[in-house]
């Protein structure tokens, strides 16, 4: 077996902290090699090292045979590596196809030949997407898909797919493990890094696994299941699988602070009635294009619901009309968005700014005095309360893992003690260790007395979490379960039927 990429010894300082340190890696030739590790243990690191997006403080990097200095992107991509970043890099005020085809532009082009062009590629992939729509237009799961058939486009040798499911849906992954089986026929060697690591076990050949910046182990799929991952990834047993348990009870249903009446947005939102009660977590769970998140985006004043015949919102008793977030956000409720890069924080400032934004939004222009003691003292309680891994609270947002961001986004959120707070698919790109500290901060929201909703597409998360269950299907709730008697097999039939 002849590998096609190796580094050795390869190590990344930032200041004194190191994020990789001493990892030797090697890629075979049409493999799939699943990398695995906590938020922050080095996965996006050691991949972006690969990618040209960083380079080593020390150490190789061999590639097919020879050794190469990747400076940029652009020169990773020349030598035959692409890769499919977490957060999307898509230009947003560009079309699909513009997208598509970014860099590799002929000398003369025309609109409808692009077009056509790419609507055959996406096609070949299986995937339905416009490519006439901006960017901006496209929902999280629709810009994953852009982002695979860019880099398949590439014919690249070595493709790095960092979470590439984590917004598709299931018949979605299915078209993806197959595309990863074409290329792999094909001869062309993947790195997969997920949190799900079902899918890493299905998939993959070989499976390396980070712990805090190094190499822990690296092995044939067949010698790794669930709870040899799980242990080499965190160093310690957990205390309870996941989602392993069936949920035993669910808490009573306080007051009413949320009830929403024949909803209507466009021709995504269609007569969606629903209530939302204290002191219990609502599950909704739906398929990508289901309204969901839509709906919810309206009640926070994300969004705007139709001008005429848009239905009824009622907050604690009071008929609401929010058109911005800021009188949703002083009217206690808070939305923690899917798209934690794009709407979830300021990437240039730094993680104590961040949540102090999130206090600042509260006050609103009554706030005109910034107190850089208690920015430091609120930081410093929100990083040590929900567990963020940085070097120093000055650190920017950008440069944490994609966990430690999240974790950012709820300090934001919830230091606005909100009476309503919205979970968006709140563990997406989120490890194993990550995802049981988010839950835990969920329930005990739930058991202060707090409404809280969870809008999740992973169905184990949502039955574990839930007290009701409420499955949305072409843009309303049709149905709605308890979770002591739900069943995967009843919601997915509720969602798609």
Known sequence: MTAILE??????????????????????????????????????????????????????IQFDGKEIHLRTPAEA????????????????SMTVAQNLFLGNEKFFNRI???????????????FDVDPTLQVSALGAAKKQMVEIARAMLLEARVIVFDEPTATLTPEEKRHFFELVATLKDHGVSVIFISHALEE?????????????????????????DRDRIIQAMVGRELSQELYGTRKRHIRPAGERILSVENLRVGSVVKNNSFSVFKGQVTGVFGLVGSGRTETFKVVAGVIKRNYRNGGLVVLKGTP?????????????????????????????????????????????????????????????TWVNSLQVKAVTMTAKVIELSGGNQQKVVIAKSLVQDPELIIFDEPTRGVDVGAIAEIHDIINRLADEGKAVVVISSYLPEVMQLSDRLLVTRQGKVVEEFSPLDATEEKLMYAAVH
């Open 200 to 224: 890493a076990l299905q998939i993959s050949d070989r499976i390396t696994i980070l712990r805090d910046g190094r190499r822990v182990v690296t092995g044939d799929t067949k010698d790794f």
């Open 77 to 92: 991509v020349r030598s035959g590596i692409a890769m499919v970043f977490q957060e999307t890099s898509l230009v947003p």
């Open 7 to 60: 580094m050795r010894g390869v190590t990344k300082m930032y200041g004194r902290a190191a994020a990789i340190e001493d990892v030797n890696f090697s890629l075979i030739k049409g493999e799939v090699h699943a990398i695995l590790g906590e938020n922050g243990a080095g996965k996006s690191t050691l991949t972006k090292m690969m990618a040209g997006v960083v380079q080593p403080t020390s150490g190789t």
């Open 320 to 380: 609401v009309r929010y058109r911005v977030p800021a009188p949703g956000v002083k009217g206690g409720i808070a939305y923690i968005t899917e798209d934690r890069k794009v709407e979830g924080f300021f990437e240039t400032m730094s993680i104590k700014a961040n949540i102090f934004v999130g206090l600042l939004s509260k006050a609103g222009a009554g706030r005109f005095w910034l107190k850089t003691k208690e920015m430091d003292k609120l930081g410093e």
């Open 112 to 126: 409808r030949g692009v077009n056509i062009a790419a609507q055959q590629f996406m096609q070949s992939l299986s």
